[in-house]
């Protein structure tokens, strides 16, 4: 029987943070520019939540000022895992309550990587290519 393969297989490593007195709108730029929806928000090296492109945008459309930073708009305490939990945990409990991401820590808490909804699907059609590809 196969062993169900772990978060660090399918997360995305290194992904892109920000500081929490950022800007929204420097955050909003910087995810554009690197074509992603979710920056993990660090204090000290330290994870203390996690902004989505539609927080963002949300918060760009109600706000015309400037000074709006992603603490103002960020979900504090995200949904966290390690490396080398179950990738079936991970997307069980995303699909459960709703979470457009996973945030990857070492044990020290340090960001090491990303698992998003959109990595999710890769790897749902990864499964079903596999399995339909050992059926025909």
């Known amino acids: 029987m196969k062993q ?53 945008k949300l918060a760009a459309s109600f706000q015309s000022d400037s000074a709006l ?14 490396l080398q939990t179950p990738l079936d ?11 457009g991401c996973a945030i990857v820590v070492q044990d020290n808490g340090k960001v090491v990587g990303i698992f998003t909804a959109v990595d999710g699907l890769r790897v749902l059609s990864e499964v079903i290519q596999q399995n339909y590809r050992a059926v025909s």
């Not at 995305?12 to 920000?18: A, E, F, I, K, L």
């Not at 930073?69 to 390690?82: A, L």
């Not at 945990?89 to 979470?99: I, T």
């Open 4 to 56: 169900i393969p772990k978060i660090e297989k399918y997360m995305t490593t290194m992904p892109h943070t920000v500081a929490r007195d950022l800007s929204v709108v420097k955050g909003l730029e910087l995810m554009r520019m690197h074509c992603i929806r979710h920056l993990p928000v660090e204090e000290d090296g330290k994870l203390i939540g996690v902004v989505s492109d539609r927080d963002i």
């Open 69 to 82: 930073r992603i603490d103002d708009i960020m979900t504090p305490d995200p949904y966290t895992v390690k």
């Open 89 to 99: 945990a991970v997307v069980s409990e995303m699909a459960e309550h709703k979470y």
